[in-house]
């Protein structure tokens, strides 16, 4: 493959996916890690990527990514982030679960478990979860988006009028000072009635958020009972959460 080609093809995967490592563009593009660090190099110095140790992210991380590309980035690791999650939810159990494609695969991990109530402003997420006929899944209200997600002041609303046991949240971004963000103002609000309505907050995260760049702080990690992620964590995290009461889960 042409330099020129390959450069191309690294933003464009960069960009659809907002973070990707060096190793997965290796696999990807089926060349040496030598070369892939010599281009990420090359398009940082054109601003045309942010590179990190190890990986690189879109220089306009201010957006989303598009809801499919979400869905499919790192698909085994929010599997497995899943799993662990699941683990943590006894049946019987009332929880919410957020917007997000990693909320989204725990509803998925659930589908075993027994009478489990369940609030969601996540229509994907409701659909995978009315396949457990012992469910009862009761849907918020607001303004709906393109990707499933529903958000306003009519979900903040309505997400306040419970106390359940288990908040599922997802996160767009975590700094390394520990603070948790996202690209939306309303959602955010959405995610902050949810913490403060759930007797235990579990945030389900991969280890590219750490590598993301939103504007809108929720809080800090610190606020949470459990932290269910796929990698070892950054030395700033560790040492942060070392001096909490946040139980770290790898998936």
């Known amino acids: 493959m042409k330099q020129s080609i390959r450069h191309q093809t690294?933003?464009?995967l960069v960009t659809q996916n907002g973070y990707l490592s060096t190793e997965e563009l290796v696999e990807r593009l089926n060349v040496s890690p030598q070369t892939?660090?010599?281009?990420?190099?090359?398009?940082?110095?054109?601003?045309?990527?942010?590179?990190?140790?190890?990986?690189?992210?879109?220089p306009s991380s201010s957006e989303n990514s598009d809801y499919a590309s979400r869905k499919e980035f790192l698909?085994?690791?929010?599997?497995?982030?899943?799993?662990?999650?699941?683990?943590?939810?006894?049946?019987?159990s009332s929880l919410f679960i957020d917007i997000g494609t990693t909320p989204?695969?725990?509803?998925?991990?659930?589908?075993?478990?027994?009478?489990?109530?369940?609030?969601?402003?996540?229509?994907?997420?409701?659909?995978?979860?009315m396949k457990n006929d012992s469910f009862q899944i009761t849907l918020a209200g607001g303004s709906l988006r393109q990707d499933g997600g529903i958000i306003g002041e009519a979900t903040?609303?309505?997400?306040s009028q419970f106390r359940l046991d288990y908040g599922i949240l997802g996160i767009s971004s975590i700094d390394l000072d520990g603070s948790l963000l996202d690209y939306d103002f309303h959602e955010v609000q959405v995610k902050r009635a949810m913490m403060e309505s759930s007797r235990h907050t579990l945030l389900v995260s991969d280890h590219s958020?750490?590598?993301?760049?939103?504007?809108?702080?929720?809080?800090?990690l610190t606020e949470l009972d459990y932290f269910v992620t796929d990698d070892l964590l950054p030395q700033s995290i560790s040492e942060r959460l070392s001096e909490s009461n946040v139980q770290v889960v790898l998936g």
């Open 209 to 220: 958020k750490f590598h993301r760049r939103a504007m809108v702080k929720l809080g800090n």
């Open 10 to 12: 690294i933003v464009e």
């Open 75 to 92: 698909l085994q690791e929010k599997n497995q982030i899943a799993q662990a999650a699941a683990k943590l939810i006894p049946n019987g």
């Open 156 to 159: 903040v609303a309505f997400i």
């Open 104 to 129: 989204e695969a725990v509803a998925n991990a659930l589908l075993d478990h027994k009478d489990l109530r369940i609030v969601t402003n996540n229509i994907n997420a409701a659909h995978i979860l």
């Open 36 to 58: 892939i660090r010599r281009d990420l190099n090359t398009l940082a110095e054109k601003d045309m990527i942010r590179r990190h140790h190890g990986g690189a992210a879109s």
